[in-house]
């Protein structure tokens, strides 16, 4: 079946440090990819979102690159802020109305 | 646009009682909602999806005698947790599609259950 796969954190960075964190995906056919952020004590915020191959989504200083060649959906950011401190969930979805599959959550906590 | 809301925020209950937890789309109609559940550091684990004037669809070992899922409107859609026990304490989390051709999911805030 599909899975995703992001790396475990927790990710502990210093203000204004450059972010990654990684997602491989397998599925059957060309999903829909996204990144999700929580809050602590919230519920998921879409991030960002990409529909096909090589398609860049971006939002808030967050990149990530669809990568049909590598299955990847990378997520990046340049310089983070503490207030970026969050759990980053990447998800795919196959088809339009259909139920996302979830990496299991990266925790990232910025240091001042 | 796209917001979703829950009520309650958190609830807790006694042993053997039942809670319902609502789910909401304030600015969109969603045919479609999705029930989760999420344990402390873990990720979200789906419950069950809920269509519009249909039964929800349950995955595997979730059991639908206890977790009760009722999408009477466009806009509306509530679990309700029968009979509780301790270990059905969690954060629930629903979420909804705006739209039939959407592929994006919104997310409500959560409601932090505790059984007691």
């Known amino acids: 079946g599909d899975s995703v796969t992001q790396m475990e954190g927790p990710v502990t960075l210093s203000e204004e440090a450059f ?3 990684n997602c491989t995906y397998t599925a059957t056919g060309y999903p829909s990819l996204f990144w999700y952020v929580q809050y602590p004590g919230e519920g998921l915020q879409l ?4 529909t096909k191959a090589d398609d860049k989504g971006s939002n808030k200083g967050f990149e990530a690159t669809y990568r049909k060649e590598t299955t ?6 340049g310089s983070v802020q503490v207030s970026d401190s969050a759990v980053y969930f990447c998800a795919s979805n196959k088809a339009a109305g259909n139920k996302l599959t979830f990496g299991g959550g990266t925790r990232v906590l910025v240091k001042p | 646009g796209a917001v979703v809301s829950q009520h309650p925020s958190w609830v807790i209950c006694k042993s053997g009682t039942s809670v319902k937890i609502e789910c909401r789309s304030l600015d969109f109609q969603a045919t479609t909602m999705f029930w989760y559940r999420q344990f ?24 639908k005698d206890k977790f009760l899922i009722n999408h009477a409107s466009l806009t509306l859609s509530t679990l309700t947790v029968t009979s509780a026990h301790p270990e059905d304490s969690s954060f629930y989390i629903c979420s909804a599609i705006p739209g039939q051709g959407a592929y994006e999911q919104y997310f409500g805030p959560g409601t932090r259950l505790t059984v007691t």
């Open chain 1, 19 to 21: 972010l990654t964190i």
């Open chain 1, 47 to 50: 991030l960002l979102k990409a």
């Open chain 1, 72 to 77: 990847s959906f990378h997520l990046e950011k």
């Open chain 2, 40 to 63: 402390p550091k873990q990720s979200l684990m789906l419950m069950a999806t809920s269509n519009e004037g249909s039964k929800a669809t349950y995955e595997q070992g979730v059991e």
